[in-house]
């Protein structure tokens, strides 16, 4: 039971680049969340889905765009990589929309 | 939207004693509290956690507090130990299963 997963763990993009960030989850949880998390700032929902086929917008959701297509997967896009999308991302999913849990993040750099 | 302040910033405590970290949260319609603990490179992780309908949750050696009324919630870390050294995230949670983070409270437990 590997929980929630994130590929890749580290990336550096150039400004303009567009890029792809996967979270997998093997829990069968209904709801997946990804969240960012800037220094002295806390973590800030960016996207959420509440199920198979569902995306919802959060705090900070521009610049960003998600997609759903599969129970388990949760895929967080970026289109035009910019110098403040410089951050730590993380995936959460969670059976009933309480308890989250978790992914190891991927710090991801735009030079 | 949901406003979470976390204090201190910084909690440094000598091993044995305790750590107490407080949130205030502006939602009243918030009903579902959590505590993470985030280690050094990793993902936060769930300790404990706290429903509107509850004034007080044990678990060993960690406790959270939950006032209502006053729209305030804290943790307590009993007897701390090197292993508790970590950063802590509150947030707070409606019915629509959306998590909002305090800026989180680096705890440094001294031998």
């Known amino acids: 039971n590997a929980g929630v997963t994130q590929t890749p763990k580290f990336r550096v993009l150039k400004t303009g680049q567009s890029m792809t960030l996967l979270c997998a989850q093997d829990?069968?949880?209904?709801?997946m969340y990804w969240y960012r998390q800037d220094p002295g700032m806390g973590l800030r929902l960016i996207h959420y889905s509440v199920g198979e086929g569902t995306t919802a917008k959060g705090e900070v959701p521009d610049g960003y765009n998600v997609s759903r297509l599969k129970k388990q997967n949760f895929l967080l896009g970026l289109e035009s990589a910019a110098p403040s999308q410089t951050s730590v991302y993380f995936c959460a999913s969670s059976p009933q929309g309480w308890e989250q849990f978790f992914g190891p993040g991927t710090r991801l750099t735009v030079l | 939207g949901e406003n979470v302040e976390q204090h201190p910033s910084t909690l440094s405590v000598q091993e044995g004693d305790s750590a107490v970290i407080k949130c205030t949260y502006s939602d009243s319609a918030s009903n579902y509290f959590p505590w993470y603990k985030q280690e050094l490179g990793k993902g936060p992780q769930l300790i404990i956690d706290i429903r509107s309908n509850v004034g007080e949750k044990k678990d060993q050696r960690i406790a959270v507090t939950l006032n209502k009324t006053a729209k305030h919630f804290s943790l307590h870390i009993t007897e701390t130990q090197p292993e508790d050294s970590a950063v802590y995230f509150c947030a707070a949670s409606r019915s629509d299963y959306k998590l909002s983070f305090g800026a989180g409270t680096t705890v440094t437990v001294r031998a």
């Open positions: 829990m069968n949880h209904e709801y």
